[in-house]
């Protein structure tokens, strides 16, 4: 059991982010939690017209509800609004697809009809190598191609929640295979080389908060790898140290990288992140089974 004690949790405890006080109260202290003060910090972030918002931006609203670790009734959305895929509205495994997937899953709606079919014919669309397609760009195809790193970053920790969630898919295993053959991060064709290379704060081996569709942060695919109880496998070790290089002194963890115009409270880049310290802290209580 993590000491509540120790000067890290009682930084995360204090009350400038109630999102992260709740989610380390009830995940890593395992302790319950009132959350109303969580909802109405979260509410008070979000634009007013929020919930008639369409496309992405429906997606990270929704996301940010699931980051704090509420509940779909935390949202107050119409439940078929909030699952979001119909008939208008097709699932097209493409990235905010998955993140908007793998937020339902949290939101406690994965065993809904509508999320549970698109669930269980998710291996039908996956790929020889393991990965995901955008359906729209995949159909055009006249080959068989790579899938896009993107997508399987959000499917990863989209496996994760299902894993967490006693939720069965097919797909963790092949999808495992694809991070494997990639070192996680790199080319097949070039094992030294990013998939993802861009600026410094913004590649997939920096800490980046909170995810969006073009990219994940380190500590959310190592947390993701724990979830799935792979965090000993020594093919994680790189990704270990690269994490480790980024805690200070007294324990907590740098934002290497933040979106310009967040769906959550933003924090400083190069300063230490309590939502960066508490993933960082949740892969290693799931690998350490503490």
């Not at 439940?79 to 979001?84: D, V």
Request: charged content about 30%.
């Amino acid at each position: 059991m993590i000491n509540k004690d120790f000067s890290v949790i009682k930084w995360l405890l204090e009350n400038n982010n109630p999102a992260v006080k709740y989610r380390t109260q009830t995940e890593l202290l395992d302790q319950y939690a009132e959350k109303t003060e969580v909802v109405a910090w979260l509410s008070a972030s979000l634009p007013t017209d929020w919930k008639e918002r369409r496309g992405l931006w429906a997606t990270y609203f929704l996301n940010s509800f699931a980051e704090c670790g509420l509940t779909f009734e935390d949202t107050g959305l119409d439940k078929e609004k909030a699952i979001g895929f119909g008939d208008d509205a097709q699932f097209d495994e493409n990235c905010g697809d998955y993140m908007r997937l793998r937020a339902l899953v949290r939101l406690g709606l994965g065993d809904e009809p509508t999320v549970a079919a698109i669930i269980k014919k998710l291996s039908e669309r996956q790929l020889p190598d393991g990965g995901f397609l955008c359906l729209h760009r995949l159909d055009k195809l006249k080959r068989i191609p790579k899938s896009c790193v993107k997508v399987n970053m959000f499917a990863l920790l989209f496996c994760a929640e299902c894993k967490k969630k006693g939720i069965h898919t097919d797909t963790t295993e092949p999808l495992l295979n694809y991070f494997w053959n990639h070192r996680l991060f790199y080319r097949t064709d070039n094992l030294e080389t990013l998939i993802l290379n861009a600026r410094e704060g913004w590649r997939t081996i920096d800490t980046f908060y909170p995810f969006e569709v073009m990219r994940v942060g380190l500590q959310n695919i190592l947390e993701a790898f724990c979830a799935l109880d792979y965090g000993n496998d020594s093919r994680l070790n790189e990704a270990w140290e690269l994490l480790k290089q980024q805690q200070t002194p007294d324990g907590k963890y740098l934002l290497n990288g933040t979106l310009s115009k967040s769906y959550l409270p933003k924090e400083r880049v190069g300063k230490p992140s309590k939502w960066i310290t508490f993933y960082a802290l949740l892969a290693q209580k799931e690998r350490d089974g503490i």
